[in-house]
């Protein structure tokens, strides 16, 4: 762990100025070297103090000089730049709580709130930091990469999660490029670390069976989401979008508008027959069509539910079947991925989650879980 980073300043940072200092001589002058961000270089700025008469009152002067100009330039402050034009000196805190309003025009709940949550982990971030960012230039590789590196080493974040937030900062830097306050993309220069295989596992067949036996007895409304889940791949976000309107029982399949699918693309995939039957028997269809399929407590209603609550129900029913938390809500995914692939073919696997190719697909599937083709068994060859 490398807990004394939160209290270290960078050198970059350092080496943006140096202390003012009084220099008396034939000419009184206090005198320093700062950054001059349109340059790119370091450059000598000068004040003369040597138009007070008295020797006191001239060092009176300068100690004040000194302290106040000390002040800004440890907050950022350049005496070549003129704030009035140059919008790269927006105070960072104003261009965040800008940032934050658009957050709240994010139509997903997910994105908004995950947005919200980095946003609060980057402003703890660089109000524990020893120099303070105070403008937006300062948003540069040097803040970002330490930022990176807090998570990384002394909060211990897997690597996936270094890398979403990298994401995040790349992100927030364009939102700052948009409005001028930037001219290119700091992250660009920062590299994604390697990540860990995915901790989340496929359910057993015996697991998947006594999930059914467990639910169909104490919760058969969410026994309904998990068959959704394990034989129509449909995301959680996208399966509170569904309404009834877009089931067809005679086709027996499930259209998934690109208004809210993750690809961006209209798609349908097949209802299984265990899955019609169990709708039926819910009295489903005796709702309206213009119903959503999972309001609010996973029932049909106009006001659609929280993807939330997939995941709240998964873990009551996880704790009460005494599975690890390995075993997650898209594990029914993972597993039906599986079976399907193996039965059907990778193919029909593939066109039923809606992947784009069979790469994506196959992503999905443990080195064990892969199906092997018949004709491979049987294949004479030549030697």
């Keep these: 762990m490398c807990s004394h980073r939160s209290n270290y300043s960078p050198k970059s940072e350092v080496l943006k100025y140096t202390v003012p200092k009084l220099h008396e001589g034939k000419n009184w002058y206090v005198d320093f070297m700062a950054f001059d961000p349109a340059t790119q270089t370091m450059k000598r700025k000068k004040y003369m103090v040597d138009s007070f008469k008295k020797v006191k009152d001239r060092r009176a002067f300068a100690k004040d000089l000194i302290e106040s100009t000390h002040e800004k330039l440890r907050q950022g402050w350049s005496p070549w730049a003129n704030i009035e034009t140059d919008r790269s000196f927006t105070e960072l805190s104003a261009a965040l709580d800008l940032y934050e309003k658009h957050l709240e025009r994010e139509q997903k709940a997910k994105t908004r709130h995950s947005y919200h949550s980095r946003l609060n982990v980057f402003r703890q971030y660089i109000g524990s930091r020893f120099l303070k960012p105070h403008y937006v ?52 220069k920062i590299k994604t670390v390697s990540e860990a295989p995915k901790k989340r596992k496929p359910l057993t067949a ?55 699918s993750k690809n961006k693309r ?20 005796n709702f309206p069509d213009q119903c959503y399929l999972f309001g609010h407590k996973l029932r049909p209603g106009f006001d ?11 873990v009551k029913m996880r704790k009460a079947l005494k599975w690890s938390e390995d075993y997650q809500f898209y594990s ?22 809606r992947h784009t190719d069979i790469s994506t697909t196959n992503k999905y599937l443990q080195g064990s879980d892969l199906p092997v083709h018949d004709a491979t068994k049987h294949f004479k060859g030549n030697l």
């Design 304 to 314: 659609k539910g929280s993807s939330e609550m997939f995941r709240r129900e998964w």
């Design 332 to 353: 029914l995914k993972d597993s039906g991925l599986r079976d399907l692939a193996n039965e059907k073919g990778i193919v029909i696997a593939r066109d039923q989650a």
């Design 266 to 285: 209209d798609g349908k995939v097949g209802l299984n027959d265990d899955l019609v039957r169990l709708m039926i028997e819910l009295n489903i269809f």
């Design 137 to 188: 230039y300062q948003y540069d590789t040097s803040l970002i990469s330490d930022f990176l590196d807090h998570l990384y080493l002394d909060r211990d974040v897997a690597g996936r999660t270094r890398n979403n937030y990298r994401g995040w900062c790349s992100s927030l830097a364009e939102f700052f490029i948009e409005r001028g306050y930037l001219s290119e993309n700091p992250v660009a």
């Design 206 to 260: 015996a697991m998947l069976k006594t999930l059914r036996s467990y639910l169909a007895e104490n919760n058969q409304l969410f026994l309904l989401a998990c068959m959704m889940e394990y034989y129509c791949f449909i995301r959680p976000a996208e399966l509170v979008n569904i309404r009834l309107a877009d089931i067809s029982v005679k086709e027996q399949s499930v259209f998934i508008s690109k208004e809210f």
